[in-house]
């Protein structure tokens, strides 16, 4: 064989190789990118089925086991300045305050108050603005369901065993959950909110209380995962 015969075969044996390798990049970039379609039109419908993956009404959730309350003015006031009060007594909407750098005087947090548990009741606008963020209020008013309660905080057994449940319901880590004493002046010892939705309980239900949660923790105009 001539050397030209050779430098030919050898010029068609590399035409070949490269006319191979465009067709597995081509063909496997194919089957990539169908993928990457299928699960964009496929995940949607997916989760199209449960509702609470339902948002809307600017990151609220509409649905849920609850009905939706109406929305108070939503606006930010100064700390002790007048405004409008509330349709609902916790609320979950309505005028908040917001100074993440000095502590409200005389309450001794900032607003939206630090997640976690507290042992005094704290102001409407806190918790509102606690609401604003994704939180989930869990409140109890032991002058209402313990003979032997002096405060709203402060009972015997009954209101221990009421405030131990709660405890077992905040994580560890305590995000997004807010627990405090409430007067409501009603007749219900347990309160449980989140942005405009609450639930009012005669006695702890624990189905029903993180029904609740799953449905509404998260779910708020300022919230910082699921609800925008």
């Known amino acids: ?42 995940s949607p419908a997916l989760g199209s089925g449960n509702s609470s993956n339902k948002i809307k009404g600017n990151g609220v959730n509409l649905e849920g086991p609850v009905s939706v309350d109406p929305e108070d003015d939503r606006k930010e006031v100064g700390i002790g300045e007048p405004h409008e009060g509330y ?12 100074d993440l750098e000095r502590p409200v ?7 939206p108050a630090p997640w976690g548990k507290y042992e005094t009741q704290l102001p409407n606008e806190i918790l509102v603005a606690n609401l604003l963020h994704g939180g989930i209020g869990l409140h109890y008013d032991c002058s209402r369901i313990d003979q ?22 905040v994580p560890s880590n305590a995000y997004q959950f807010i627990m405090t004493p409430y007067s409501a002046f009603d007749e219900y010892p347990i309160m449980i909110t989140g942005w405009r939705h609450h639930l009012k309980l005669m006695e702890f239900d624990e189905e029903k209380i993180v029904e609740f949660i799953q449905a509404y923790q ?7 995962f699921r609800g925008n």
Do not use: H
Request: proline share 6%; hydrophobic share 35%.
């Open 1 to 42: 064989m001539s050397k030209t015969q050779i430098s030919n075969e050898r010029r068609d044996k590399n035409k070949e190789k490269k006319r191979r390798k465009r067709f597995f990049i081509y063909f496997f970039g194919s089957i990539l990118a169908l993928v990457f379609i299928l699960g964009l039109t496929i």
């Open 218 to 224: 998260d779910r708020a105009p300022l919230s910082s």
């Open 105 to 111: 005087p005389g309450v001794g947090v900032t607003s």
């Open 148 to 169: 032997e309660a002096i405060t709203v905080k402060d009972g015997g057994e009954i209101c221990n065993g009421l405030k131990e449940d709660f405890y077992n319901l």
């Open 87 to 98: 349709s609902i007594a916790p609320p979950t909407s309505g005028p908040y305050w917001i």
